[in-house]
């Protein structure tokens, strides 16, 4: 026999950010335990709300699956006599595990044979269990914030008022946290009525009638659904925000859109500050013209159909007015000082207690966004007066990058650093080079956000990236399992995709030994902070990060090790790399070379520093043939990796294909004559240094 098990636990609101995982966290706690104990069922469902978390388990075993238990006993020579007889150490073992003679087995160890019993253990019924499995699964759940509320001192996310445990049709009692458990429901808080529940099968209807929607799927459908009915109706349109949808969601148990308005005077600010206000203060979505330009408009979602929806109305727009009204204030009050003097107020805000403060952090942002431009390796060098102009507005850009920060406006609303630097600056009349800049320079901010549009945002953005890296690694505060307090990974990340999206050519090493160079001499000799070695860490550390990106772009395992043989020396060039030999690979021509260059490889492993190739020793017109070959492809594949042609590189390397495998079927390289040794090992050495200036296609799996 199976029945159906359904658990509701109901609370006063739990955050809407708590939600997700706490569901999650509890189905698959009381899952596990079901499991554990084993109980058998068919399926698992989980559904969640503000007020409720509930588990609906199918097809649940009546009764614990039977255990079997292979106990150990005495000696077969001490349990039996010389004539075969149970002595008294057999028949107390057989006794004390209520079995009889003949279940007795015997079993060889190496310490001999031993009597064994195989045991039945009976299984106890589920409804006997799922008290303690319920109670258990509760107390393991964790919450970014917990609180106590009564005498048991359990933590919960918020206080627990009512358990609906059913097995089939009857009651499961437990009581957690001082709630006892029972076969009642509640309502949306606005109805504040309770139902009975007659089974497990039946819950969901009578939470339907209650005025609930339990899955949080259909009220993220019922939001988008409400909010482009009302902007349809209205000749608007609003802007996809998921996040927004699901923490509404999170915040209703069946949401009901409203649509509400504010004083148009307040469209004079900033848009973001006005979205802001309303997304993140207040969680009501913005509606915007058929240009995409922000209206006066606005849904905003209640708990259910309100009796009086005008009075929710009414509410909400008086919220919004008193919230618009203090960012005006805030805006008012950044706007009587200037960029340079918030910039200056930078002195008293600390980056970091060994790194010094936001103001020194901007200034080295400066010096190295100036050295980053001035290393591009560029196609077409800019004059010196474009590059002089370059200069000064990335200069000016970086030391007013972080500037907003001592700001009102970003002290109230962080979300908004950057763009309120963009506004003060384009207010102040700057270059809009240099505001986008400003902007952009925080980019990107988490997967698949946009990148800097402008070389001011690239370099800054680059700049302000590499400090952080430089200034962790130089103090040794380096990221470990899931510790990332200054998001150093998501800093490389941004480097490798602003390098690659930027085709910023540069020595990458040499750029994070500067930025290294530029902290305080006394910081680096205190925290023995070796350049060299330093660097080297951080090129590795952004080498993980940029073949994450590769590997995002589909770009093969072989080709990125294959590329990075060596780490990273400049990112740019060594992303082109990886897809010319991907384009290289796919050719039978090319991928014939990969198994005599590893052989190439092997031979020369050993060899320090290669000797100079002498042709007059070559004995065998298979190594003249190849050496020949090589001096052409040398000439022609140099050239076209010097002007970053790699696909053109990779075509002239094929030529060695025909030559170099006759070489290894008709030439005995390690001879028994040390000269021609050592000058086959010299040209293989050579052959090897030419392929590896490109990637070591050794490390190429070749595929039948």
Not at 443 to 455: A, H, M, Q, V
Request: one cysteine or more; aromatic letters at 10%; glycine letters at 4%.
């Amino acid at each position: 026999m199976r029945r159906d098990f359904i658990v509701e636990i109901g609370v006063e609101e739990i955050p809407a950010g708590f939600i997700e995982q706490a569901i999650d966290s509890f189905h698959m706690l009381l899952t596990e335990k079901l499991r554990s104990a084993n109980i058998g069922y068919e399926k698992s469902y989980f559904y969640s709300t503000p007020r409720r978390l509930t588990v609906y388990v199918t097809g649940v075993d009546e009764t614990q699956k039977d255990q079997f238990e292979e106990v150990k006993g005495p000696p077969k020579k001490i349990a039996f006599s010389d004539i075969g007889r149970p002595t008294q150490a057999a028949l107390g073992f057989i006794e004390s595990n209520n079995a009889k003679l003949e279940d007795v087995t015997f079993k060889a160890t190496p310490k001999g044979e031993y009597l064994y019993l195989n045991k039945v253990i009976k299984g106890v019924k589920s409804f006997e269990l799922l008290p303690s499995i319920l109670t258990s699964a509760l107390a393991s759940l964790n919450f970014p914030k917990s609180m106590k509320w009564d005498v048991s001192q359990l933590k919960f996310a918020r206080p627990v008022r009512w358990i609906l445990c059913l097995f089939g049709g009857d009651i499961v009692k437990l009581n957690f946290a001082g709630v006892e458990s029972s076969n009642k429901t509640h309502s949306i808080r606005r109805m504040n009525i309770s139902a009975d529940v007659a089974s497990a099968g039946a819950y969901f209807d009578v939470v339907k009638k209650l005025g609930v929607t339990l899955d949080m799927s259909e009220r993220c459908n019922m939001i988008i659904s409400g909010l482009n009915s009302i902007a349809e109706k209205n000749g608007l349109k609003t802007i996809k925000d998921e996040e927004l949808v699901r923490e509404v969601a999170n915040l209703t148990e069946t949401p009901y859109a409203i649509l509400c308005d504010f004083n148009a005077e307040f469209l004079k600010l900033p848009e973001k500050l006005l979205t802001s206000t309303m997304i993140k203060k207040q969680r009501y979505f913005p509606l915007y013209d058929q240009q995409s330009k922000l209206t006066n408009k606005f849904v905003v979602f209640s708990n259910g159909t309100p009796a009086q929806p005008d009075e929710v109305k009414y509410g909400n727009q008086k919220v919004i007015a008193a919230r618009f009204s203090d960012a005006e204030f805030y805006y008012k009050e950044d706007a009587k000082t200037t960029l340079e003097q918030k910039s200056e107020k930078l002195k008293t805000v600390l980056f970091q207690q060994k790194l010094g403060t936001v103001h020194q952090k901007a200034s080295r942002i400066a010096d190295l966004a100036k050295y980053l431009y001035s290393s591009l390796i560029l196609k077409a060098p800019p004059s010196d007066e474009h590059k002089k102009n370059k200069l000064d507005t990335i200069g000016r850009c970086a030391m007013l990058c972080k500037a907003d920060l001592t700001s009102e406006v970003v002290k109230e609303f962080t979300e908004l650093q950057g763009y309120a630097g963009m506004v003060y600056s384009q207010n102040e009349g700057l270059p809009q080079e240099i505001s986008t800049g400003i902007y952009e320079h925080y980019k990107p901010c988490f997967k698949g956000d946009t990148l800097p549009s402008n070389i001011e945002g690239q370099a800054v953005a680059v700049a302000d990236k590499m400090d952080t890296i430089a200034g962790c690694f130089a103090i040794k505060m380096i990221p470990t399992g899931s510790g990332d307090p200054y998001a150093l990974r998501r800093a490389a990340l941004g480097i490798a995709e602003i390098s690659i999206n930027s085709s910023f050519s540069f020595d990458f090493t040499a750029f994070a030994k500067y930025a290294l160079g530029l902290y305080p001499k006394t910081l680096l000799e205190a925290e023995q902070c070796d350049l060299d070695k330093t660097a080297a860490e951080i090129s590795n550390f952004v080498k993980q990060r940029f073949e994450t990106k590769l590997k995002e772009l589909n770009v093969r395992y072989d080709v990125i090790n294959a590329v990075l043989w060596n780490g990273v020396s400049n990112i740019y060039e060594d992303y082109r790399k990886t897809m010319s030999l991907s384009k290289a690979r796919s050719e039978k021509e090319f991928m014939a070379l990969a198994l005599p260059f590893k052989r190439a490889v092997n031979i020369t492993k050993g060899v320090a520093s290669a000797p100079a190739v002498k042709p007059e020793l070559f004995a065998v017109d298979a190594e003249k043939a190849l050496y020949a070959k090589y001096q052409k492809v040398n000439a022609d594949a140099g050239a076209a990796i010097d002007s970053n042609d790699y696909s053109l590189a990779f075509r002239h390397l094929s030529e060695l294909n025909e030559p170099i495998d006759k070489f290894f079927a008709g030439v005995m390289v390690m001879d028994k004559n040390e000269d021609l040794k050592n000058n086959r090992i010299a040209l293989l050495c050579a052959i090897k240094a030419l392929f590896l200036r490109l990637a070591d296609i050794s490390q190429l799996v070749i595929e039948e």
